[in-house]
């Protein structure tokens, strides 16, 4: 039995999406995700989704025109002998797309975002990134296999995965550029290309056109020391222009990420100079710094409070000193202290 169910956005996507259409296998917890221009593209990511994983028995989904009266989506289930199961009106968590796939969905996608800084034009890619992740993850409800072994029978090969993290900086390689040029150009890594080249084929986003190519030869650009210097990542803060490139702000700004999470090309390391105090014995007189109010704190039985206002130093000026006290704690401290 496989479920499915619509989501949509608020932002268009860069590939042009607008809404998705998600398939949950019931048995193996598998998540598809497809990115639609509009509503009724569901058809169209139905016959996707046969070709490209299986023909299920059941057919599972609300009671949307579309998935339910549409008379497309009929001819598929007629013609494959597909079973159909609809949600009862105003009853979502009958379907487990919803509960299970779209629900965590939206929320990994927010938890992306606020760990790698991408911008809300890149949802659907966050979207399959993070549906590739789940479908290569063991599931404890799976007898701890993953969905990917579940449905395909095999083990799923995650070296993909661990070259880069979703939205990283990269550099990737241009052909096309003439010497003396690097034949290196900016970008952002979105994710795997399943069906473009080898197992080792990526999602890049073209930092320059905010357009989504697919390359395999391409380096992160992270490490400072190993930035490309003749090469600049212009501002990020973009919307998609689908008609005509998105001109950088100011190229000589040489920026990674949003300018929420704008990395400088140079920094100044945090250097502590506040001195770490340092615990006086119960026999040795305390020294009061000017103009400070200090507390000390002993054992919390037997405590009591003394307050001494200090007589003015030199200086003219006085300093108040707060000591809570055990029973086994003493400092000598009275009027006429000397100030420092």
């Given at each position: 039995?496989?479920?499915?169910?619509?989501?949509?956005?608020?932002?268009?996507?860069?590939?042009?999406?607008?809404?998705?259409?998600?398939?949950?296998?019931?048995?193996?917890?598998?998540?598809?995700?497809?990115?639609?221009?509009?509503?009724?593209?569901?058809?169209?990511?139905?016959?996707?989704?046969?070709?490209?994983?299986?023909?299920?028995?059941?057919?599972?989904?609300?009671?949307?025109?579309?998935?339910?009266?549409?008379?497309?989506?009929?001819?598929?289930?007629?013609?494959?002998?597909?079973?159909?199961?609809?949600?009862?009106?105003?009853?979502?968590?009958?379907?487990?797309?919803?509960?299970?796939?779209?629900?965590?969905?939206?929320?990994?996608?927010?938890?992306?975002?606020?760990?790698?800084?991408?911008?809300?034009?890149?949802?659907?890619?966050?979207?399959?990134?993070?549906?590739?992740?789940?479908?290569?993850?063991?599931?404890?409800?799976?007898?701890?296999?993953?969905?990917?072994?579940?449905?395909?029978?095999?083990?799923?090969?995650?070296?993909?995965?661990?070259?880069?993290?979703?939205?990283?900086?990269?550099?990737?390689?241009?052909?096309?550029?003439?010497?003396?040029?690097?034949?290196?150009?900016?970008?952002?890594?979105?994710?795997?290309?399943?069906?473009?080249?080898?197992?080792?084929?990526?999602?890049?986003?073209?930092?320059?056109?905010?357009?989504?190519?697919?390359?395999?030869?391409?380096?992160?650009?992270?490490?400072?020391?190993?930035?490309?210097?003749?090469t600049a990542f212009p501002t990020d803060a973009f919307k998609p222009d689908f008609l005509t490139p998105y001109p950088p702000d100011d190229a000589s700004l040489a920026s990674v990420g949003t300018p929420e999470t704008a990395v400088p090309t140079s920094f100044t390391p945090f250097s502590i100079t506040a001195p770490i105090p340092v615990p006086q014995p119960p026999d040795t007189a305390l020294v009061i710094p000017r103009r400070d109010h200090v507390t000390l704190m002993d054992a919390p039985d037997d405590t009591r409070q003394d307050t001494n206002v200090l007589d003015p130093s030199a200086t003219g000026h006085s300093t108040m000193a707060t000591m809570h006290l055990g029973s086994d704690c003493h400092?000598?401290?009275?009027?006429?202290?000397?100030?420092?």
């Amino acid at each position: 039995i496989v479920a499915t169910d619509t989501f949509f956005a608020t932002e268009r996507d860069v590939g042009g999406s607008v809404c998705d259409q998600v398939f949950y296998g019931l048995d193996s917890h598998y998540i598809n995700v497809y990115g639609l221009r509009s509503e009724t593209d569901g058809p169209t990511a139905f016959e996707d989704f046969l070709r490209q994983e299986v023909i299920p028995a059941i057919l599972r989904s609300d009671s949307s025109r579309m998935q339910r009266w549409g008379q497309r989506v009929l001819t598929i289930d007629r013609r494959n002998l597909i079973g159909t199961q609809f949600t009862e009106p105003y009853h979502p968590q009958q379907n487990p797309t919803e509960l299970r796939a779209i629900r965590w969905l939206k929320q990994s996608i927010r938890l992306l975002r606020m760990r790698t800084g991408a911008p809300q034009a890149v949802w659907f890619y966050a979207a399959s990134y993070m549906a590739d992740i789940h479908n290569i993850s063991a599931d404890e409800t799976l007898g701890w296999a993953t969905p990917w072994s579940r449905r395909k029978g095999d083990t799923p090969d995650i070296s993909a995965f661990l070259q880069f993290k979703f939205y990283e900086p990269i550099y990737y390689h241009d052909p096309t550029g003439k010497f003396p040029d690097t034949r290196e150009l900016p970008g952002y890594w979105l994710g795997v290309a399943h069906n473009v080249g080898d197992a080792l084929c990526f999602y890049v986003l073209k930092a320059d056109t905010h357009r989504v190519i697919e390359r395999s030869v391409l380096r992160s650009a992270l490490p400072f020391t190993h930035k490309n210097k003749e090469t600049a990542f212009p501002t990020d803060a973009f919307k998609p222009d689908f008609l005509t490139p998105y001109p950088p702000d100011d190229a000589s700004l040489a920026s990674v990420g949003t300018p929420e999470t704008a990395v400088p090309t140079s920094f100044t390391p945090f250097s502590i100079t506040a001195p770490i105090p340092v615990p006086q014995p119960p026999d040795t007189a305390l020294v009061i710094p000017r103009r400070d109010h200090v507390t000390l704190m002993d054992a919390p039985d037997d405590t009591r409070q003394d307050t001494n206002v200090l007589d003015p130093s030199a200086t003219g000026h006085s300093t108040m000193a707060t000591m809570h006290l055990g029973s086994d704690c003493h400092y000598p401290l009275g009027p006429g202290t000397d100030l420092p």
